[in-house]
């Protein structure tokens, strides 16, 4: 199953839509990548309010900001994009889903300092390389994603790597898992659940629904941006 999908004409995000028949209840995957075309997160945040409940990622901490440098600094608007707007709305029932900040740090704490300082220096320095060199193609290019690791993910695994995505993968993809269980045995449940999240934790996510006895139902490529 594939997420992200990159080409000569842009890069595209899949909407799957996975449903089980009893209890007649449907999830609709949102992958989502930081930077965009605006008419992409109007497309994906129209669809997602339809449903009944929508879980949303983001966590509110110093170490995430200083993280997230790299695409905040790329100066985006200057190749026609914005970074992903927060979802909001009065229509449907907001949940965040994701880490808490003081859980994050703490994570983040225990993996190996040399490793912290490359990412987060590393980020500031990406976001400056970015904001002077990147384009719609160079953005995209490497960000295909499916729900299978591919040759990359396991060449380069390694216990430091290992203990970086406890913090940045790892339990955010835990959290996302148990909310969407606890939301699928609420009395009444939601019938309809929209997940906007990043596409890389959207692994995790079907796997989850897997085992709940989900399948895919639907699919539908949205484009994120144009080359």
Same mark, same amino acid.
């Given at each position: 199953m594939q997420f992200l999908e990159h080409s000569i004409?842009? &890069?595209r995000a899949a909407r799957h839509v996975l449903t089980r028949p009893t209890p007649k209840q449907q999830v609709t995957l949102f992958p989502v990548i930081h930077l965009g075309d605006p008419?992409?997160?109007e497309t994906v945040h129209a669809a =997602? =309010? =339809? %449903?009944?409940?929508?879980l949303v990622e983001g966590v509110a901490s110093k170490t995430a900001r200083h993280l997230t440098r790299a695409y905040r600094w790329a100066?985006? $608007?200057r190749l026609g994009l914005v970074v992903q707007p927060k979802f909001t709305?009065? +229509?449907? +029932?907001?949940? %965040? @889903?994701?880490l808490p900040g003081p859980e994050f740090d703490a994570l983040w704490r225990g993996a190996p300092w040399a490793e912290r300082a490359f990412l $987060?220096?590393? @980020? =500031? &320095?990406m976001g400056l390389w970015l904001r002077g060199t990147a384009t719609r193609h160079s953005l995209g290019r490497g960000l295909c994603t499916n729900d299978l690791k591919d +040759?990359?993910?396991l060449l380069v695994w390694s216990p430091r790597r290992a203990s970086i995505l406890a913090a940045l993968q790892d339990a955010r993809d835990a959290a996302l898992c148990s909310k969407i269980t606890e939301l699928l045995r609420e009395n009444p449940a939601p019938a309809s659940i929209a997940v906007i999240y990043g596409a890389a934790h959207m692994r995790a996510v079907t796997r989850a629904l897997d085992r709940d006895g989900f399948v895919v139902s639907d699919s539908e490529w949205i484009t994120i941006f144009e080359t």
């Open positions: 004409i842009g &890069l008419k992409f997160y =997602a =309010a =339809a %449903h009944d409940a929508v100066a985006p $608007e709305s009065d +229509r449907t +029932r907001v949940i %965040h @889903a994701d $987060e220096v590393g @980020a =500031a &320095l +040759r990359d993910d």
